[in-house]
């Protein structure tokens, strides 16, 4: 067990560009969750996966956003012509549904500055 | 829909004060509820979970209680340490299917030497 990875850890990147982070989940871990968190702010739920199934988003996941997790292992998440206020911490997390769900593991998290 | 306070936003403490954090939610139709520490710059570490049918929890030197009907929690630190100086952050996750945590703003604490 190593624990959430995301990659990468952080990136700049100017206004317009697209950009994609990764998310690797505790192995064998079925649900896996994206948040984005602002300077100040607890992180704001935006989309989550059970297996490779998207199962709800977020009002917040405009459609320049988009979540993927086409093997139920790693996830994807992409912002299309990224704005200023995209800069944020985009975290990850996974669980393990059996017949309880319990602690949601967290990942170090992607930190974006959009410039 | 559910909203989590945490107040004061900011407290500094000496070293060795014993000391409570609160966090509050509207909702009390909860799942359970998590409180998580967070060092600058740095992912979220689950500190305590209590289940909806628990009053309380305990590791170490934290203590977690749940009051759901009055809707709210508190994180007990004994013998606070300069370690201990970060952001602690409470969150909810409602009854039902869809399993997302509802975060407040957290508290950020300073443990002085």
């Known amino acids: 067990d190593t624990g959430v990875s995301q990659d990468p850890r952080h990136k700049i990147t100017k206004r317009g560009q697209n950009v994609t982070f990764r998310c690797d989940p505790i192995s064998e871990h079925n649900r896996l969750y994206w948040y984005r968190q602002t300077l100040g702010q607890g992180p704001e739920f935006l989309t989550y996966?059970?297996?490779?199934?998207?199962?709800?988003k977020s009002r917040l996941l405009s459609d320049r956003f988009s979540a993927e997790r086409p093997k139920g292992s790693f996830s994807t998440l992409e912002i299309q012509r990224t704005e200023q206020g995209d800069s944020a911490m985009y975290l990850c997390a996974s669980s393990l549904i059996e017949k309880d769900e319990k602690t949601q593991y967290f990942g170090p998290g992607t930190r974006l500055l959009v410039l | 829909k559910q909203e989590v306070t945490q107040i004061p936003a900011a407290l500094s403490v000496p070293e060795g004060e014993n000391l409570v954090l609160n966090c509050s939610f509207t909702d009390s139709a909860i799942y359970n509820l998590q409180w998580f520490r967070q060092d600058p710059g740095k992912g979220l570490t689950s500190l305590l979970l209590?289940?909806?049918?628990?009053r309380e929890q305990t590791s170490g030197r934290l203590n977690a209680s749940l009051d759901k009907s009055s809707g709210r929690s508190t994180l007990y630190i004994a013998a606070s340490q300069p370690g201990d100086s970060a952001t602690y952050l409470c969150?909810?996750?409602?009854?039902?299917?869809?399993?997302?945590?509802?975060f407040g703003k957290g508290i950020t604490l300073s443990v002085r030497p």
């Open positions: 996966f059970q297996n490779e199934a998207q199962l709800e």
């Open positions: 209590i289940q909806s049918s628990q």
């Open positions: 969150a909810v996750r409602r009854s039902g299917a869809n399993s997302k945590l509802t």
